[in-house]
């Protein structure tokens, strides 16, 4: 037995519990994912040790010639990934690399004008209990109820209207292709710097399957654990040229938000990053498309409401309001039944955020453990089997119970990290 499981059996016992429940669940969470055994091991490294408050060639501490390597190749691969030229590896996670973009744009008090948490936006888009709502007068859009697509009218007319000096970009859940070039051109109007969250769709901005911001923002930030697969954490990159930028956001992320950089996730992004060069990442991207699409098909077809009408990226969210369902209800039953959804407001909700009409549905985790196209169909038909049985208003109990089973054989069959022996069980 490990040293852990010695001196420590209660976290270890945790922990075993949960590497189960990821191989026994199935996980539909858009912003999961699972990283890779190199992701993982560099990640499990004596680089957590090690301060290393600067940049590379910078610091102050000494010891540090072995973790500049490491920050130095992970920033590389990150500019050649994304066709940056600035990147910064140190935000400790999305929220801290937002935290630093805004420090360097902006200065509290100032108009800041990001999509709505109800709309798909996130917390640090300017939601009203997070930093981005408190310290600065955050205006909200959203999207056209009707389309379900952003109202880039309505950003046009709160752009005029309040005179932003920054306007953020980018989505928690979004299924459809943001026109970057558009929000530029809102920006520019108004003398606005645009910052681009890509967090959710990192992945497959690497892979040239959806639209890179990098042309158009003067700054875009992402996580690397979503689409992109690495470990959590932040990253900050620019291809706007602008020096005097890159230095403020150097100094945004330290000094100014943070402490030490975490040099073994950095090491770990490293590896996403050198992982997302190669083909088999540009092919997973593609499946992940499909599944999203086949399983948003599935919906339409047994009559449920998938906002916007489908989904040209990772996730969709679908709509329970005209079956009178709850998005916890659902969440609920779905997961007594070892699916992992969340529920999530959809327009028009009325429920309260807590409650909501809706739930997101992603497909980067399935897609990793290997599920396709027809696997992911059926997967969606059995969700649909749960609500069904909650929208005639009867128990879900034996439905539960049914699909549970069914969902233990799928995972079976695609272990989220296979032995070699697993590995070669499995049919092609
Ligand atoms: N930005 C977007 C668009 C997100 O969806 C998220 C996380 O869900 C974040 C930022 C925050 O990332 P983190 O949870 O690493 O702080």
């Not at 100032?110 to 600065?136: E, I, Q, R």
């Not at 606005?192 to 158009?216: E, I, K, N, Q, R």
């Not at 009178?324 to 327009?347: E, F, M, Q, W």
């Not at 749960?386 to 995972?411: F, N, S, W």
């Amino acid at each position: 037995s490990s040293s852990l499981s010695r001196f420590d059996p209660q976290i270890a016992e945790a922990i075993a519990d949960e590497v189960v429940r990821q191989q026994d669940h199935v996980e539909l969470i858009a912003s999961e994912n699972y990283a890779s055994p190199a992701v993982m091991e560099a990640q499990g490294t004596q680089l957590t040790n090690k301060y290393a408050e600067g940049y590379p060639g910078k610091r102050y501490y000494g010891g540090c010639e072995h973790v500049d390597v490491v920050e130095r190749l992970a920033i590389e691969r990150a500019c050649a990934l994304f066709s940056a030229d600035y990147a910064n590896v140190q935000p400790h996670s999305g929220a801290q690399a937002n935290a630093a973009a805004f420090m360097a744009l902006v200065s509290p008090g100032d108009t800041v004008l990001g999509m709505s948490l109800a709309h798909g936006g996130h917390l640090t888009h300017g939601a009203a209990p997070n930093f981005s709502g408190k310290h600065y007068h955050a205006v909200q859009y959203g999207l056209d109820e009707a389309t379900g697509q952003i109202d880039y009218a309505e950003v046009e007319r709160l752009a005029n209207e309040h005179r932003p000096k920054l306007i953020v970009a980018g989505f928690s859940a979004y299924s459809q292709v943001v026109d970057w070039r558009r929000f530029r051109a809102i920006a520019d109007s108004v003398g606005a710097w645009l910052l681009v969250d890509m967090a959710h769709v990192a992945g497959l901005v690497a892979a040239g399957l959806y639209p890179s911001p990098l042309p158009h923002a003067h700054v875009v930030t992402t996580t690397t654990h979503k689409t992109l697969r690495g470990p959590r954490g932040g990253l900050i990159l620019s291809a706007s040229g602008d020096e005097a930028l890159y230095k403020k956001l150097n100094g945004a992320v330290f000094p100014g938000q943070q402490g030490g950089p975490l040099m073994h996730v950095i090491a770990a992004k490293a590896v996403a990053f050198r992982e997302a060069m190669n083909q088999d990442f540009v092919r997973y991207q593609e499946q992940v498309i499909v599944n999203a699409k086949a399983m948003a098909g599935t919906f339409l077809e047994r009559g449920y409401d998938v906002v916007s009408g489908g989904t040209e990226d990772h996730l969709f969210l679908v709509s329970l309001i005209r079956q009178g369902i709850t998005g916890k209800d659902a969440d609920a039953a779905l997961g007594r039944s070892h699916i992992t959804v969340n529920k999530n407001a959809v327009p028009g909700d009325p429920q309260s955020p807590f409650v909501t009409s809706g739930l997101r549905i992603g497909t980067p985790a399935v897609t990793t453990r290997g599920f396709d196209a027809e696997e992911c169909e059926r997967l969606a038909g059995w969700i649909c089997d749960v609500l069904d049985v909650l929208a005639r208003g009867e128990d879900t109990a034996a439905i539960e119970a049914d699909v549970r089973q069914r969902v233990g054989e799928l995972c079976t069959r695609h272990p989220v990290y296979p032995t070699p022996r697993q590995a070669a069980a499995v049919p092609a």
